[in-house]
């Protein structure tokens, strides 16, 4: 199995549908990665003990989801040198707006790269993970050649009909 080098966390148990798109990447592109489920709000005590030991413990890139008063990312961000990558999860009251604005307005000194609202948004982290990964990895860099051409190649150049 691959070295762990992406911590995948998430606010919820609820927010695993959407994180699941990045995992599906990390699982594509051959890039170890753990699933954890870590809240500043409900599990703060998680949330610091996995910031203090993410260097030590080898991780490279943090992906973080988080949805409404979506705290996780910036705590992890303040906790932690290792790059975090937002994910701003689609709610139900405010179409992830909340999430959006609660991850994206970090403070200068400490900040967290902000994907886009949802499963869009997930499975550009986990490209952005192994991007950032694949500067120092030439075997990675050459899965992620092969996954975007392949991806420019299925866009049709005509429209079709249905
Ligand atoms: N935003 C946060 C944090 C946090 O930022 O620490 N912890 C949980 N949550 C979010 O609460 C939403 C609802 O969670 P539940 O479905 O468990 O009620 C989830 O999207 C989660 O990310």
């Given at each position: 199995m691959a070295d762990i080098r992406v911590g995948l966390i998430m606010g919820s148990q609820s927010d695993w549908p959407t994180m699941k798109e990045a995992a599906t990447i990390l699982d594509e592109l051959g890039v170890g990665y753990e699933a954890r489920i870590v809240s500043a709000h409900r599990?703060?005590?998680?949330?610091?003990?996995y910031g203090r030991r993410a260097v030590e413990r080898g991780l490279q890139v943090i992906i973080a989801g988080a949805g409404g008063a979506a705290h996780l990312p910036g705590m992890m961000a303040s906790k932690?040198?290792?790059?975090?990558i937002g994910v701003p999860i689609q709610t139900r009251a405010l179409s992830g707006v909340d999430s959006l604005y609660s991850i994206v307005q970090m403070?200068?000194?400490?900040?967290?790269?902000?994907?886009?609202i949802g499963a869009a948004g997930a499975a550009n982290a986990g490209?952005?993970?192994?991007?950032?990964?694949?500067?120092?990895?030439p075997v990675l860099a050459g899965r992620l050649d092969d996954w975007r051409a392949a991806l420019s190649a299925s866009i049709p150049e005509v429209p079709q009909d249905d």
């Open positions: 599990t703060p005590d998680r949330l610091w003990d932690t040198r290792v790059p975090v403070p200068r000194g400490f900040p967290v790269a902000t994907m886009a490209l952005m993970a192994a991007q950032i990964l694949a500067l120092q990895d």
